[in-house]
């Protein structure tokens, strides 16, 4: 299984960045999948997660109403739509994949992880 994470950068704060992370090795239709980050000295932080159809998605506090989490099924692809970004969103952001019946913001309940991707917001 592989999960390869696209779509980092560095962006000045205000601005939008889009993450995307394809899979392979596992049909993608099953799995929930989730977006985390973390910041240097922090711990990981989940972000977003969506099930398996795409009809339910979940967000942290700090990036609701900023970000957007989808999916194509068909391109076994999930995406991060990150707009208003702000310094404090720098981070290296990983995707994850979790089997069916759990999907939500715990690293346990994932199976695969992607390498992760740089983000860093300038001020």
């Known amino acids: 299984v592989q999960l390869q994470a696209s779509g980092g950068g560095l962006v000045q704060a205000g601005g939008s960045e889009r993450l995307s992370c394809a899979a392979s090795?596992?049909?993608?239709?099953?799995?929930?999948m989730g977006w985390s980050r973390q910041a240097p000295g922090k711990e990981r932080e989940f972000v977003a997660a969506?099930?398996?159809?795409?009809?339910?998605?979940y967000y942290a506090d700090s990036v609701k109403g900023r970000f957007t989490i989808s999916r194509d099924n068909a391109k076994n692809t999930v995406y991060l739509q990150m707009n208003s970004l702000k310094p404090e969103d720098t981070a290296v952001y990983y995707c994850a994949a979790a089997g069916p019946g759990v999907c939500g913001f715990s690293s346990a309940m994932y199976d695969y992880w992607g390498q992760g991707t740089q983000v860093t917001v300038s001020s």
């Open positions: 090795g596992l049909t993608f239709r099953n799995y929930n």
């Open positions: 969506i099930r398996w159809s795409g009809g339910i998605t």
